[in-house]
């Protein structure tokens, strides 16, 4: 009884009048709430951002803090762009990041699509589904070279198992080429359940009525399924798309964990040889320039993405 | 009986498609069973060819996970008084002496202190800056909203450089602080757009309500609006926990020791001679647990979680 007529007087009164009512005023509020989360950022965010811009000009080596730093103007870029090693890491990257995408799209949307069947049990094996994504990067990575080891590892035995091929003739991270699919397999066993969950909130947001009409319309499953649910789940499956890309652009723990970026560079993901360039090798002036290439392709990359989503999301 | 349905999948489909995901729920927990199996192994057992699915379980793991041993000549360790304890007398199957405890458990605190330290920080950060965004005419709103988004597509090795100069600078390097603060500048932006989508939804009629009944404005946001968002507030402090929990770049280059987190810690857990992998899964087993446990109590608002909120069932 009581809520309700509280609610219709609240309806009824303008917000200008709750904006008198004693106390601070609302734009007192707001800016001492929205501050500290803006200093933390400014802090924590902003300026290291704007400190790596400047040691990006320079020769700067955080292990020697004495010798004197010179301002190098654009060498940095210069010599990271035409740099022969740092572009096939960024094809190793691109690999890694093609491959894991296409495969957790169809196996994602795959298991979506068999689970918005709504058998029975599908809520709990969507949950059990899920956990390998909420898992530590890095020590999934660590317990997968315990799985891929060579000769006596899991994987190796499965393979010999079920195809016959000796266990002790290839290597999983080893050399012979499979290192690199080796990652691409964790990380699409760890990260198809957030494609497949996005596509299934993508299949469920499909009224029923849609697919009410087109069978009135005699339009047969394979019709409806190309233009009814391919289109309808796009902008759910492009944004999944959006997320993997960002997170396996700047991937770094489960690969430094499984791989370290080899055997050799096989596996030298870009993050991988900005860590050996700043920690390893401590050319902070050089890795600095890096880090800001790496950042301006991703937030570049994924800006354009977004306005083709847009488009998408408007038709 | 319901009436029949077009959209209803037939019998067979749903009896397929249950038994492909199924299928595939097997595969992908295969690596974990195989994991937790692991580390209730003896060492010998975890290496063997063909891989042990049957064995007798032991908790030596787990001891060694949380000692340090050493292996003495075999006629020494026949002259020693007989084991004292449980965990001696286990450590002595394997042909070692227990020196000391390991480093582990100091690991698993600073994981649970810095966890816990920069999620409850994020939070009030959080909250309070998701109500202004959510309630007031903030000037810039949407471009502090989306800059506070852009600093999560910064490789994490592109901030740690600056961060690793400045910590050295202000002695913040390898201390729970810094950690903390680390941690919640990285989930704020996930807690303001999880926690502004909460609160969007709660009506602004219940706070306009008590603003005529007398209220302050912050009284009306403690007494009403915090309330009403507190599933919001819970799920959104578990994603926190989770991120700060499952980390490793920063943790892993800017501590060392007395604040280093256990996913760095995992990996290096070598036992006398070679890695000990029942150990390993053992630390992998009790650091990964706690999150299965979460992600089966947060499955409702799994999906907002993951993508920002941009998703919502």
Known sequence: ?315 | MSAYSVTEPSKVSKWVAGLLVTLYAIITLLPLVWIISTSFKTGPDSISYPPKVFFEPTVEGYVNLFTTRTRPAVSELDTLPPPDGLMEEIARRQGTIITGPSRFAERFLNSVIIGFGSTALSIILGTLAAYAFSRFKVPLKDDLLFFILSTRMMPPIAVAIPIYLMYRELGLSDTHVGMILLYTAVNISLAVWLLKGFIDEIPREYEEAALIDGYTRFQAFRKVVLPQAATGIASTAIFCLIFAWNEYAFAVLLTSGNAQTAPPFIPTIIGVGGQDWPAVAAGATLFLLPVMIFTILLRKHLLRGITFGAVRK
């Open chain 1, 1 to 315: 009884m009581a809520t309700p007529s509280i609610d219709r007087l609240a309806r009824a009164t303008p917000p200008s009048l709750a904006r008198k009512v004693r106390g601070l005023s609302d734009r007192a509020i707001a800016w001492i709430f929205v501050a500290p989360t803006i200093l933390l950022l400014l802090a924590i965010n902003i300026f290291p951002l704007i400190w790596t811009i400047r040691l990006s000009f320079t020769n700067y080596a955080a292990n020697k803090t004495n010798a004197e730093v010179k301002w190098v103007g654009l060498k940095n870029y210069e010599r990271i762009l035409t740099d022969e090693d740092i572009w096939s890491n960024m094809t190793t990257t691109a690999h890694f990041l093609i491959w894991t995408i296409v495969l957790q799209v169809i196996i994602g949307f795959t298991l979506a699509w068999l689970i918005n069947r709504k058998f029975k049990g599908n809520d709990l094996l969507t949950t059990l589904i899920v956990v390998p994504m909420m898992l530590s990067p890095a020590v999934v990575g660590n317990f997968w070279t315990f799985l891929y080891q060579p000769q006596i590892g899991v994987v190796n035995y499965i393979v010999e198992f079920f195809t016959g091929i000796p266990a002790a003739s290839f290597s999983m991270l080893g050399p012979g080429g499979l290192a690199p699919w080796s990652i691409i397999i964790v990380d699409t066993w760890m990260w198809t359940p957030f494609v497949m969950l996005i596509c299934l909130a993508g299949l469920r947001s499909i009224p029923d009525y849609i697919y009410e009409a087109a069978e009135v319309d005699r339009a047969s499953k394979w019709r409806q399924f190309w233009t009814i649910t391919v289109p309808m789940v796009l902008p759910f499956l492009m944004l999944a798309v959006l997320f993997r890309g960002i997170e396996n652009f700047k991937m770094f723990d489960m690969v430094n964990l499984l791989t370290g970026g080899g055997p050799g560079d096989e596996t030298l993901l870009t993050s991988i040889d900005l860590k050996r360039e700043a920690f390893e090798k401590w050319r902070t002036g050089y890795s600095s320039a890096y880090a800001i290439i790496l950042f301006v392709t991703v937030f570049g990359l994924a800006s354009i993405y977004v306005k083709a989503l847009n488009k998408v999301k408007e038709r």
